[in-house]
């Protein structure tokens, strides 16, 4: 009987790890279609607002739009019509835009604690040993010791055990995802600034990851150190999490600076399309207001 119970325990323990994972493929992949969509959604937009500023321009590029005013109704017509569009675009990009650049600027002081943190971990209780020599483009304070690496790669424990015993304290933690929290939970007396190292190198520069991807890379960077590799394998997986994010903030700034770009290209083309534009004229634009 007591075999019997345990056996309907594990099945059940089994079944319900299953289903957290199934939760966190579906979220990965219902993220990355969101992305896809937004992203093709953004260029499309910034082709059709280019598109609207190249029609608003050419009545005058052929003959000027201040002549044609009096002697062609239909170029008058058709500027309107196109810097109508344009206001439209604008105001979509601009209220758009400005709640991304919002969400995106209410990063950066994040960041910024974070790398304070990080910093703050330096010099703290560690195994010795050699240097992993982690790349300075990690931005860590100093070198993780091969000592530290051990103690932590050297656990038993499983991600999924991690996952069950340690704090739920966000929406992902608690569909099973690892959170750090949870991983630090697990090594109390270990290097702190190792224990970071190793949990960003499990993600993607993220707070949390998928139990079963970090216990694909765990297990990698054991067998590798263990193999005597000297922490090489860890030390690549760290710089490449770490590019990853350094990728995805450039792409942020990539993507606020076509919403910035858009934003002024409907401007002008919306409200003062005759503009000569250049920096000694911006007083002048009122005189082209339309």
């Not at 569009?85 to 709640?99: C, I, V």
């Not at 995802?177 to 190292?197: G, M, Q």
């Not at 960077?221 to 490449?240: R, S």
């Not at 450039?250 to 606020?256: H, K, Q, S």
Request: glycine share 12%; charged share 15%.
């Amino acid at each position: 009987l007591l075999l019997t119970n345990k056996k309907h325990t594990n099945i059940i323990c089994h079944c319900t790890y299953q289903h957290h994972l199934a939760d966190s493929t579906l979220v990965r992949i219902s993220m990355r279609r969101f992305i896809y969509l937004a992203s093709a959604a953004i260029y499309a937009s910034a082709a059709c607002a280019f598109r609207a500023g190249s029609e608003a321009r050419a009545p005058r590029a052929r003959r000027g739009a201040r002549a044609l005013t009096a002697v062609d109704p239909s170029a008058v017509a058709e500027v309107s019509a196109a810097s109508e569009s344009a206001r439209q675009l604008f105001g979509l990009w601009f209220f758009g835009g400005s709640g991304g650049g919002g969400i995106a600027l209410a990063q950066f002081p994040k960041m910024y604690a974070r790398t304070q943190e990080i910093s703050a971990l330096a010099g703290g209780p560690s195994a010795g040993g050699e240097k992993v020599g982690v790349s300075p483009l990690c931005g860590l304070p100093e070198d993780i010791r091969v000592g530290d690496l051990q103690q932590i790669l050297g656990n038993k424990m499983s991600i999924e055990t991690m996952v069950r015993k340690g704090p739920k304290n966000s929406y992902l933690a608690e569909r099973g995802y690892l959170s750090f929290d949870a991983f630090a939970a697990a090594y109390p007396k270990t290097n702190p600034l190792a224990v970071r190292a190793v949990f960003i190198s499990l993600t993607k520069s993220s707070d949390t990851v998928e139990p079963d991807l970090a216990q694909e890379k765990f297990d990698a960077y054991a067998a590798a150190l263990a193999g005597g590799d000297g922490g090489k394998a860890f030390a690549a997986g760290l710089l490449e999490s770490k590019l990853v994010g350094y990728g995805a903030i450039g792409f942020l700034l990539f993507l606020l600076g076509i919403a910035g770009t858009v934003c002024g290209q409907s401007a002008y083309t919306g409200w003062f399309p005759e503009w000569p534009g250049g920096v000694e004229n911006l007083l002048s634009i009122p005189q082209y207001w339309i």
